[in-house]
């Protein structure tokens, strides 16, 4: 299968701080990357949508000036976690996909580990 | 979004069959059905998917009702490394709301040695 790279896999930061998360497809172009949000003992949450060069849908609840998704090619998305505080600890997993029809896979990442102190 | 309803948590001993079920009986006629596993502290990672007929590949096998309102998922020989959480997901039509991959609470897979 197709591989979508993911880094850093985890980071510890100051409350207050800005955090970056990469997500690259490797070896194909993603039309579209979704960014997931996964808290302990939880299912995945999508987060935001993002095609590239065009603006992120964000899902309901989730605060676009909080988290700042940048998709400026085919095979790189960024996840900007702005001003992180403690109850943005989680794990962010993004994915990556050629979308054509309803047969297309999602590619995942490792994910990344948040956490703020 | 489609619902899918799956049992919460399932038991098999390693090298035994294990079938997972998945019911879905507000699918409409042009959804697919997606299967993604994640192990502990890892992303998901793809299993299989299908539309109407069954469909099998490496890693599993998957057979859908003829009304498509269930399906279950085979795995052939369990092992130690298929215990996971394993994703049962209706995909809709690319460009609409319904192309997004929306996870469920899905199944804890626990094998035994």
């Known amino acids: 299968g197709a591989v979508v790279s993911q880094h850093p896999s985890r980071v510890i930061c100051k409350s207050g701080t800005s955090v970056k998360i990469e997500c690259r497809s490797l070896d194909f172009q993603a039309t579209t990357m979704f960014w997931y949000r996964q808290f302990p003992k939880q299912s995945l949450m999508l987060m935001a949508t993002?095609?590239?060069?065009?603006?992120?849908?964000?899902e309901q609840g989730v605060e676009k000036d909080k988290f700042l998704i940048n998709h400026a090619s085919l095979t790189l998305s960024t996840l900007t976690v702005t001003s992180a505080h403690p109850e943005d600890s989680s794990f962010y997993i993004c994915?990556?996909?050629?979308?054509?029809?309803?047969?297309?896979?999602?590619?995942f990442g490792a994910g990344t580990r948040l956490s703020v102190l | 979004d489609a619902k899918t309803t799956q049992p919460n948590s399932m038991e098999s001993n390693e090298e035994e069959p294990v079938h997972l079920p998945c019911n879905h009986s507000?699918?409409?006629?042009?959804?697919?059905i997606h299967w993604y596993r994640q192990l502990p502290s890892q992303g998901p990672e793809y299993v299989i998917h299908g539309l109407t007929s069954n469909v099998n590949n490496r890693m599993a096998s998957l057979a859908i009702a003829e009304d498509r309102k269930s399906s279950t998922l085979i795995l052939h020989r369990a092992t130690l490394r298929d215990a996971a959480v394993y994703y049962c997901?209706?995909?809709?039509?690319?460009?609409?709301?319904?192309?997004?991959?929306?996870f469920g609470e899905g199944t804890q897979l626990t094998v035994n040695p």
């Open positions: 997901i209706l995909r809709g039509e690319v460009g609409t709301s319904g192309s997004r991959l929306t």
């Open positions: 507000t699918i409409s006629g042009t959804d697919y």
């Open positions: 994915s990556a996909a050629y979308l054509r029809d309803r047969g297309d896979i999602q590619y």
């Open positions: 993002s095609n590239e060069g065009s603006k992120a849908t964000y």
